[in-house]
């Protein structure tokens, strides 16, 4: 079964600090790399997507840098806020996403203040 | 502009029953998705419809199916309710052309 694995499962960082969360995949077919954001009670939503003819992408304070050869990709959060804490999926799709999104497993983030 | 709206949001049933999840796409999507996240996971492909046709379609068994209506709404079909199908049904909708999914907030399905 194709599978992304997201690490860690949970993360506590202090505001203004810096979230790293990691993601691993192994489908080489896969050309679509986005981060969704979930608020309890709702629906997932983009934050930040990459392709892999990048190797970076920054969109305010979030970047996604992307590995291709390790078959890796990982969101930073700059200057972390409390309003930042959520949980966060890493997903990968291929050709066109008539397979749909894989999502990893999630990282449950909370910005202390 | 009108997001992705799901009703309804909340409700329960028991084993063996059936259920109809119902979902209206953002203006100008014409592609639909349904997502099953259970607790503390990530959601998981059920299937996809364009132009009112299934082409796409997850690790599911049959008993979950699904519709796709001319003005690209869509309706989720579970049949004979198993305790393990209680979660949140996620609907997302998309144009064609790009892999930005935009997702509803969901149902929240809870088997007994």
């Known amino acids: 079964q194709q599978q992304v694995k997201q690490s860690p499962q949970s993360l506590i960082v202090q505001k203004g600090g810096i979230s790293i969360i990691n993601c691993a995949y192994e489908n080489t077919a896969f050309d679509y790399f986005p981060w969704y954001q979930q608020f309890p009670g709702k629906g997932p939503a983009l934050l930040i997507a990459?392709?892999?003819?990048?190797s970076e992408k920054k969109e305010g304070r979030f970047t996604i840098s992307f590995n291709k050869s390790a078959k890796q990709f990982s969101l930073h959060i700059m200057d972390s806020q409390p309003g930042d804490s959520a949980t966060y999926f890493c997903?990968?799709?291929?050709?066109?996403?008539?397979?749909?999104?894989?999502f990893g497993k999630g990282t449950h983030l909370i910005i202390q203040p | 502009e009108t997001g992705v709206t799901q009703s309804p949001t909340h409700l329960i049933k028991t084993r063996g029953q059936q259920v109809t999840l119902r979902c209206s796409s953002q203006s100008g999507h014409n592609t639909v998705s349904w997502y099953q996240q259970a607790l503390g996971q990530g959601p998981q492909f059920i299937f996809q419809?364009?132009?009112?046709?299934?082409?796409g379609r997850g690790n599911f068994p049959p008993r979950f199916s699904g519709l796709q209506f001319p003005n690209y709404s869509s309706e989720l079909n579970v049949n004979a309710l198993e305790l393990d199908d209680s979660a949140l049904y996620l609907c997302a909708s998309n144009t064609r052309n790009t892999g930005e999914l935009f997702f509803g907030e969901g149902s929240r399905l809870t088997v007994l």
């Open positions: 419809y364009y132009r009112e046709e299934e082409n």
């Open positions: 997903a990968a799709s291929a050709g066109g996403g008539a397979d749909g999104l894989t």
């Open positions: 990459i392709r892999p003819d990048v």
